[in-house]
């Protein structure tokens, strides 16, 4: 099955400053990596999503690459903000019914 | 937000008893999961449902047990509750398929404690 491993473990960053969270998996077989943002006491939610035909995407402040061929994929946050700090995680799709999480990244934002 | 409900939210147990979890959809969507976060672990499958008496072993399926006998809901049961699944228990909704990108959809979580 699919493997996912995250990278670092927690983050701090001045308020402004870039955020870059990388992720590597097994499966070559993948092609959906979604990135989910876990607040305190509340369950995840997609912030972004990339699929194997596509090498980046951007969503505003928030963007993902991936490198099908290396088997990683990364996320960016550019102008960090206090409330980007969080819990984020990324995921690989296994066998396209299910989502294998990363270990997490603990981002912390100071003003 | 998607219609998404757990029960119990909070729970205190002790070793060696059954525990049961609710999950509770309204939006029909056809995959439910349970999922576990601990720390330094982060989110590890236990079982999934891809219909109705459907399901399939996760990462960590060891000591649960899944039933889904109608669309809208998925029950994880411990049987014999041990220290080490003491956890904070979430449940997932989504659709795979051509038209849909297989986004998880999360309730709030279920806090289990086994002393």
């Known amino acids: 099955g699919e493997n996912v491993e995250q990278h670092p473990s927690t983050l701090s960053v001045q308020e402004g400053d870039s955020a870059v969270i990388k992720c590597t998996y097994s499966?070559?077989?993948?092609?959906?990596f979604p990135w989910y943002k876990q607040e305190l006491g509340k369950g995840p939610q997609l912030i972004i999503d990339?699929?194997?035909?596509?090498g980046e995407k951007k969503d505003q402040r928030i963007a993902v690459t991936l490198n099908k061929t290396a088997k990683h994929f990364s996320l960016h946050i550019t102008e960090t903000q206090p409330e980007d700090s969080a819990v984020y995680f990324c995921?690989?799709?296994?066998?396209?019914?299910?989502?294998?999480f990363g270990k997490g990244t603990t981002l912390s934002v100071s003003s | 937000d998607a219609g998404i409900t757990q029960s119990p939210r909070h729970k205190v147990t002790e070793t060696g008893t059954p525990v049961t979890l609710r999950c509770h959809q309204t939006?029909?969507?056809?995959?439910m999961y349970w999922y576990r976060q601990d720390p330094g672990h982060g989110l590890r499958l236990i079982h999934y449902?891809?219909?109705?008496?459907?399901?399939d072993k996760g990462e960590v399926s060891d000591g649960y047990s899944v039933s889904r006998s109608k669309t809208e809901d998925f029950l994880l049961t411990l049987e014999s509750a041990t220290s080490s699944q003491t956890s904070v228990y979430f449940c997932?909704?989504?659709?795979?398929?051509?038209?849909?990108?297989?986004?998880?959809?999360f309730g709030e979580g279920s806090r289990l404690t086994v002393l």
């Open positions: 997932a909704i989504s659709e795979w398929g051509d038209a849909n990108t297989g986004e998880l959809f």
């Open positions: 499966d070559s077989a993948s092609n959906y």
């Open positions: 990339i699929r194997s035909n596509v």
């Open positions: 995921a690989g799709e296994q066998a396209g019914t299910a989502l294998i």
């Open positions: 939006e029909n969507h056809r995959y």
């Open positions: 449902s891809y219909g109705v008496k459907d399901t």
